[in-house]
């Protein structure tokens, strides 16, 4: 069974910054993707970020230039340090890893959320 863990969420001031983290347990044989997607309250989650395996990241237009994507797969963990935030950013945050398991399926986890709130 695999397992992701968000922390870093918060309340921050409008301008500011935070760093999330989220770490996967479990048995992976290898993962792929790793991504962040936020739900805001009243609306659908949506996607945030997303870092390949071979380090290729893009970003939504809402988050580009204001976020930056990384991981360690050495701590199977990816990390999202947004910058300039905006009451706007303010939702409950995802992270969710493509991973290869060790019976060779391909599968999405998801973490439970860590909530970032910023105020005006």
């Known amino acids: 069974q695999v397992q992701l863990v968000e922390s870093g969420g918060g309340l921050v001031q409008a301008g500011g910054s935070l760093r999330l983290s989220c770490t996967a347990s479990?048995?992976?044989?290898?993962?792929?993707?790793m991504a962040w997607h936020r739900q805001a309250p009243g609306k659908q989650r949506e996607w945030v970020a997303t870092?390949?395996?071979?380090?290729?990241?893009t970003y939504a237009d809402s988050m580009k230039g204001r976020s930056i994507i990384s991981r360690d797969n050495s701590k199977s963990t990816v990390y999202l340090e947004m910058n300039s935030l905006k009451p706007e950013d303010t939702a409950v945050y995802y992270c969710?890893?493509?991973?290869?398991?060790?019976?060779?399926?391909?599968?999405?986890?998801w973490g439970q959320g860590t909530r970032v709130t910023v105020s005006s």
């Open positions: 969710k890893f493509t991973v290869l398991t060790i019976s060779h399926r391909v599968e999405d986890y």
């Open positions: 479990g048995i992976i044989f290898r993962i792929y993707d």
């Open positions: 870092i390949t395996s071979e380090i290729t990241t």
